[in-house]
């Protein structure tokens, strides 16, 4: 079963920083795109960042770009957000997706395989 396990949330204060790591056991995804989705409660999940396969294009949500930053070590078979700034809108339950695409999508039915999520909580 493949599985994607999320790690790294906590509650830090407004302004801090915060690093996920999204590693993937029992299967590589070097050929996959790779996302992190968010979900607020009460709300829809919403995509915050992806990068190819290549490691190239990464593409962010206009609420993180400039804060936030993806990347991703192949050879690790893990994905990072580096999360900068943070801002008390930003908390939620923080999900890694896979998934095998033509480019980058934001939609949260492009990708097939999920994680369980890690909760991010920013205080104001």
């Known amino acids: 079963q493949v599985q994607l396990i999320e790690s790294g949330g906590g509650l830090v204060q407004a302004g801090d920083s915060l690093k996920l790591s999204c590693t993937a056991a029992?299967?590589?995804?070097?050929?996959?795109?790779m996302a992190w989705f968010r979900q607020a409660p009460g709300k829809e999940r919403e995509f915050v960042a992806a990068?190819?396969?290549?490691?190239?294009?990464?593409r962010y949500a206009d609420s993180v770009k400039g804060r936030f930053t993806v990347s991703r070590d192949n050879a690790q078979n893990t994905m990072y957000l580096q999360m900068n700034s943070l801002k008390p809108e930003d908390t939620a339950v923080y999900y890694c997706?896979?998934?095998?695409?033509?480019?980058?999508?934001?939609?949260?039915?492009?990708?097939?395989?999920w994680g369980q999520g890690t909760q991010v909580t920013v205080s104001s």
């Open positions: 990068i190819y396969w290549s490691g190239g294009s990464p």
């Open positions: 997706a896979a998934g095998i695409m033509a480019g980058i999508s934001t939609l949260p039915r492009a990708y097939i395989y």
């Open positions: 029992r299967r590589t995804f070097s050929s996959h795109t």
